[in-house]
């Protein structure tokens, strides 16, 4: 069997990061960003259409502005640039995303590795506002969410699924 190239959707993934998680020891204190740095290089060198965050992007649901910033800046260094994107969303983007598009079709900015992201135990949604600092990177256009929803009021128990639909373009 062949495989045609053009038509491979390359995926890199990616979990538990726990950005900012030993923040507070001398000697570890950027080793989790050290390490996101690699997977973002991994990513450009190997030329990947996409990079699929599993969860746990951060160590807390609320982590300090340092390390809300390192990622930003790290996001911003490899994510953002001239690459094209080479796949297209099928599916009904307002159901899927929490900003309802895909970053990457939004004209004010210019995605050359776009990022998939769901939330994790670690990193979830809270308080009355149900946010994370996941939802910042989503707002700042930075990271695609998907797979968020409220669990409490009259939605406790009933979670609606709304697969992402991907195809490679040329």
């Known amino acids: 069997m062949t495989i045609n190239e053009d038509s491979l959707l390359r995926i890199l993934i990616s979990t538990d990061n726990h950005l900012g998680v030993w923040e ?5 204190k950027h080793d989790s960003f050290r390490a996101f740095e690699e997977v973002l290089q991994i990513a ?3 030329n990947v259409d996409m990079l699929l965050l599993g969860g746990d992007l951060f160590h807390d649901n609320k982590p300090s502005r340092t390390t809300v910033v390192k990622a930003i800046e790290l996001l911003n260094k490899y994510c953002l640039g001239e690459r094209p994107v080479r796949f297209q969303v099928l599916s009904d983007q307002k159901q899927n995303f929490v ?22 135990n670690h990193d979830d949604p809270a308080g009355p506002d149900n946010l994370s600092a996941v939802d910042l990177l989503s707002t700042c256009g930075l990271v695609n969410y998907f797979g968020k929803v409220l669990l409490s009021g009259n939605n406790m128990g ?5 697969p992402v639909l991907l195809q490679k373009v040329r």
């Open 24 to 28: 507070k020891d001398e000697e570890r």
């Open 44 to 46: 450009i060198e190997q």
């Open 99 to 120: 900003s309802g598009v895909v970053n990457f079709h939004n004209p004010n900015l210019n995605i050359g590795l776009p990022v998939f992201t769901i939330h994790g």
């Open 158 to 162: 009933n979670i609606t699924l709304s």
